[in-house]
């Protein structure tokens, strides 16, 4: 892998995160590791998205593949604005007012 130095990952202490398979890989190739409480979706944007997209899901019920497939198309359109509204809304999460 290119520039594996050069990332950061975000451990968030699932298990398949701490093996020592892991833990050895991530220091031999030098990676960064950022700790990460673990249980902490609300940190998460990605999580946020995932949220969005079940509720996408559910609302349309999709029955069959192809409808499946429609409806991923749309979440695809919408889901970089969805992520940048979640990253939007961390700081208010952390401001004590």
Do not use: Y
Request: hydrophobic letters at 35%; charged letters at 25%; a positive charge.
């Amino acid at each position: 892998m290119n520039n594996v130095g050069e990332w950061v990952f975000q451990m968030d202490n699932d298990p398949k995160h701490t093996s020592k398979v892991v833990a050895k890989w991530l220091k031999d190739n030098k990676v960064k590791v950022l700790e990460w409480p673990s249980q902490s979706s609300d940190l998460n944007p990605i999580e946020n998205l995932w949220t969005e997209l079940k509720k996408h899901v559910r609302a349309r019920r999709p029955t069959n593949l192809t409808q499946l497939q429609q409806l991923s198309g749309g979440m695809g359109q919408n889901s970089h604005n969805l992520l940048w509204e979640a990253c939007g809304r961390l700081p208010k999460m952390f401001d004590p007012s």
